[in-house]
């Protein structure tokens, strides 16, 4: 932990002087400070500061775990803040990571520069808009329930009354920094928040609106931190609006950290979504304008709601035929001509006209709050101005649901712009079962997106512990093409660990044959639930099991549940949330921890509550997945060597790194997979820091 910083501290050498390179910043915190040496720290501020000073546009640094990767940008993005003026956005993957900038590694590289410079950064945090609550929103609830003279105070009220002393107690406002977080609670928040289609945010001047005053927070700020999914919606809405999130002086900088998430998400916030509950949102939210309106109105008529129920109907019989469609399966890739013709022609007629009804009526409110405007209705003296503006703000939230249900069905159901039809330029389609029936679509490829989100900055940084497949050539250009970044403007480096893997891990393939993963296996289940048992049996601290399906992790919890030695417990997904999960994890210290998916990435538990991981199979994608099934379509013969192979070695690292988190950790992968010592030992030991050892089943010799 290195010291606390004191301006007075520093040397004669240092003070004042704004033309220092950053690793003479970083030496400043090394000698003074106690911060630890780290070469690959060096080296990496070497790196970024060559990008940002230099010709690239682009820098690409795939930093081993204990690089100390956060400190190696921030000090030359916030040297270049400092001494040129300009400003920098840091996205990340995780909202953990988001906590550690904020609350630790920005105010130490604040009060560094400020000993070494004598110039004070300023930084700040900024979420989604739903993450903010209004407070005018907040009021007009608990006058509602004033007004009912409400005596048994139900859960939503009490929430309300809650959230009303936690701000008047100093509370933020945000989302994230409640005393006490459920996902009950967040149904009521919703409707409070500054995301709800009440919040008049666009003319919004109260000074002590939470949204705003991180919105004026992040315009002033030289450093703003923001999530992947954010950093995506800024290009969003500089393509629609011409504007920024940011502020409206430009940021230079972009740093991508945990860039391996990067893609993904830029990709899927051009989801689109066609479903039963999305339809009734459109005649809900019309009811609702018509509740709102200061006068009465017949806007809505039985002829409305009839096509409502046509369409309604027709939805069903879709869902009818996804269902039958889907069997066993949660998700299904969805094609070109699978949808029956009469049941989409069907669909088709009676959404259009459903639709084309309630557009007539949202224009027909919008007339007549024109006509009440010039003389029906004095607004302003009846108080009911800022009414009007909130009914002219759902007509426009109803107008964009219409133009999305609409896309969202000639994309998702029709599929006429799925990429077996348009190319790589085309949609992935799938059908899902995901509370209810979900046919879903999003673009093949986002490299479009990318670079134009790349447009909005000078310079942009990646950077993750794992960002290629492989170490050689072919690995490093298949991120690149993948990301949309030029090769020529791009400078990459590959900084290693620190860590000692050779004293601090041992790593272990179990070659039994019942541990095959094959379908034509029956023991593989019950034999995987054995292994993992009696690999906990045999060791000290804390064990994750990692699994690459549901059905997985459930036959291990299960054979657990039934076998673990009392002084063990057993902590299962899903039955709590991530972090929760994690912290009971990490108290406990002899527990064991069955995960899949999410768990893969974004685990961080140093010391003995985390001693043995074990995996259960090689992670390669399923074939069945819509995204490989396009990945593998396009990549031809090449499906192997450009989807299989990549996708299993970053997942496989990403599943590797949650062991070793520090220099003193020590500890054990064991992989449960006999393939991994025999036709892919390859790809496997390429993964490895260390050479597996084979053998037949793990016990404590």
Excluded at 220 to 235: E, G, K, T
Excluded at 516 to 540: F, I, S, Y
Excluded at 567 to 585: H, I, N
Excluded at 606 to 633: K, N
Aim: glycine share 6%; charged share 25%; with cysteine.
């Amino acid at each position: 932990m290195p010291k606390e910083v004191n301006p007075r501290a520093a040397s004669s050498a240092y003070q004042a002087d704004l033309t220092l390179k950053s690793e003479y910043v970083l030496e400043y915190a090394e000698k003074e400070l106690g911060l630890r040496r780290r070469p690959g720290q060096r080296e990496m501020i070497k790196t970024v500061s060559a990008v940002i000073e230099g010709e690239e546009k682009f820098g690409i640094i795939e930093a081993g775990t204990g690089t100390g990767k956060t400190y190696a940008y921030l000090i030359p993005v916030c040297h270049h803040c400092l001494t040129e003026g300009k400003r920098a956005v840091v996205s990340t993957g995780t909202k953990a990571l988001q906590q550690q900038l904020i609350d630790k590694d920005l105010p130490f590289v604040t009060r560094l520069f400020a000993a070494v410079t004598g110039q004070c950064l300023r930084f700040a945090l900024l979420y989604g808009r739903a993450n903010y609550l209004c407070p005018r929103l907040l009021n007009e609830e608990l006058d509602k329930q004033e007004a009912t003279l409400q005596l048994v105070k139900d859960h939503e009220t009490e929430f309300y009354l809650d959230l009303a002393e936690w701000l008047g107690e100093g509370g933020s406002g945000v989302w994230e920094d409640l005393p006490s977080i459920s996902d009950k609670k967040r149904r009521y928040w919703l409707k409070i928040c500054a995301d709800s289609e009440d919040a008049l945010c666009a003319g919004c001047e109260e000074p002590e609106c939470p949204w705003l005053k991180a919105r004026r927070r992040a315009a002033s700020a030289q450093i703003v931190v923001v999530n992947h999914w954010l950093a995506a919606a800024d290009l969003a809405l500089f393509s629609e609006a011409d504007l920024r999130l940011f502020g409206e002086v430009k940021p230079a900088v972009l740093v991508v950290d945990e860039a391996h998430h990067f893609r993904e998400v830029v990709k899927m916030t051009g989801q689109m979504v066609f479903s039963q509950s999305y339809l009734g949102l459109i005649l809900q939210g019309l009811e609702q304008v018509e509740k709102r309106m200061p006068v009465p109105t017949k806007h809505i008529t039985g002829e409305t709601r009839q096509a409502w129920d046509l369409a309604s109907q027709a939805v069903y019989e879709l869902e009818d035929w996804a269902e039958t469609f889907l069997g066993s399966n949660a998700i299904k890739p969805l094609k070109p001509g699978l949808v029956p013709s009469n049941i989409m022609n069907k669909l088709q007629a009676r959404l259009q006209t459903f639709l084309q009804m309630v557009q007539e009526r949202v224009e027909g409110f919008r007339q007549e709050l024109d006509s009440l405007d010039s003389g029906q209705v004095d607004f302003e003296e009846s108080g009911i101005n800022e009414e009007k503006l909130k009914i002219l703000n759902r007509l426009d939230r109803l107008a964009e649901k219409i133009e999305n249900i609409a896309s969202a069905f000639e994309r998702g159901v029709r599929t006429s712009n799925h990429y077996l039809v348009s190319g790589s330029s085309g949609d992935v389609c799938c059908v899902e079962r995901s509370q209810g029936i979900r046919f879903v679509s999003w673009p093949f490829d986002p490299v479009p997106a990318l670079q134009a989100l790349y447009e909005l900055y000078d310079k942009v940084v990646f950077t993750s512990a794992t960002l290629f497949p492989s170490a050689s050539p072919a690995g490093v250009e298949w991120f690149l093409k993948r990301s949309g970044i030029p090769g020529l403007k791009a400078k990459i480096a590959r900084v290693s660990s620190p860590f000692d893997y050779e004293r601090q891990m041992k790593a272990f393939i179990l070659t039994d044959g019942a541990l095959m993963p094959d379908p034509t296996n029956p023991r593989r289940l019950e034999a995987l639930g054995q292994a993992v048992l009696k690999a906990v049996e045999a060791t000290e601290g804390g064990v994750l099991v990692l699994c690459t399906s549901y059905t997985e992790l459930r036959a291990v919890a299960a054979h657990l549940a039934q076998h673990l030695p009392k002084t063990r417990c057993l902590f299962v997904q899903g039955e709590a949330g991530k972090s929760e999960l994690l912290q009971q994890f990490r108290d406990h210290g002899q527990a064991v921890l069955v995960g899949v998916a999410s768990f893969w990435q974004g685990v961080d538990v140093p010391g003995d509550a985390l001693r043995t991981l074990i995996i259960a199979r090689i992670p390669f994608p399923v074939p069945d997945d819509p995204d490989v099934q396009a990945e593998c379509y396009f990549a031809r013969h090449r499906w192997w060597q450009e989807v299989f192979v990549p996708q299993a070695s970053l997942a496989m690292k990403q599943g590797i790194g949650r062991l070793i988190r520090t220099e003193s950790d020590t500890g054990m992968v064991i992989i449960a997979d006999p393939r991994a010592a025999r036709r892919h030992r390859q790809l496997v030991e390429a993964c490895l820091p260390v050479t597996p050892s084979a053998v037949a089943l793990f016990d404590a010799d």
